[in-house]
């Protein structure tokens, strides 16, 4: 079983009788309740300031800070000055998360609710090295953003990781990426990741 869920409650259920460790290191990924876990694709460019900095057709984000904890925060991804596919839109096109502000509903998308891994110092510092001893025992893989480092990059080379462990070829040619690669490789598996090696 190769896992790249981001749900490793999930995982664990689909593991028929998990060994301790799978059952430890699966059952303790945390996820976000309360806050993170709301998202609005829309169109109501409302939730921008209007001010001289004209985030609307200037900014790739706008953060607005709504209470005294430093996750307080509700972030509007201004996607038309990001991505050169929503430049085609002639309506704002914005993603909010976590969203404080009133949205049109007239101007609403889409919502989504979802779990959000808490990827704090326990996280990082205990959990992940520890998923190197329940990797590849009795032929399951874990990959994904919570088995290294919460990001889009990182999550992919995991993807990459597990499937050079499993025995495909690693498909780049460019030599720091390859080293990267290795890096990673090193620190998800320790002494058992099987290297990338190339001509260059
Ligand atoms: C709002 C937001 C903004 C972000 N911005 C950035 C950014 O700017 N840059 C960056 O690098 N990272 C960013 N991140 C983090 C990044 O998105 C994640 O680290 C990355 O997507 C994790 O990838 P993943 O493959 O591990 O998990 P996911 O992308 O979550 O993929 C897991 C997949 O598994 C599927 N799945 C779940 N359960 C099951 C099941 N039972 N059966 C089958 N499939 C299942 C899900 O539908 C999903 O498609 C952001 C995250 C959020 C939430």
């Given at each position: ?36 876990n ?37 972030i ?9 596919w929503?430049?085609?839109?002639d ?12 949205i ?61 462990q ?35």
């Amino acid at each position: 079983m190769l896992d790249g869920i981001y749900k490793e409650n999930q995982t664990l259920m689909m593991l028929d009788e998990p060994t301790f460790l799978e059952r430890y290191i699966l059952s303790s990924v945390r996820y976000e309740s309360e806050l993170h876990n709301h998202t609005v694709v829309h169109s109501d460019a409302s939730v921008l300031p209007d001010d001289e900095v004209k985030a609307l057709e200037t900014r790739s984000n706008h953060i607005a800070q709504y209470g005294a904890r430093p996750d307080n925060y509700e972030i509007t991804y201004i996607m038309h000055n990001q991505q050169p596919w929503a430049k085609r839109s002639d309506k704002p096109c914005l993603v909010t998360y976590n969203p404080i502000s009133e949205i049109d509903d007239e101007k609403v998308i889409e919502r989504r609710w979802f779990q959000h891994i808490v990827h704090d110092v326990r996280h990082v510092a205990w959990l992940v090295p520890l998923f190197r001893f329940i990797q590849g025992k009795r032929r399951s893989w874990h990959c994904g953003a919570h088995t290294l480092i919460n990001s889009q990059e990182t999550a992919f080379v995991t993807g990459l990781a597990a499937a050079r462990q499993i025995g495909a070829d690693y498909p780049f040619e460019d030599p720091e990426a390859r080293k990267m690669f290795n890096y990673y490789g090193r620190v998800m598996y320790g002494w058992r990741f099987r290297k990338a090696r190339g001509s260059a």
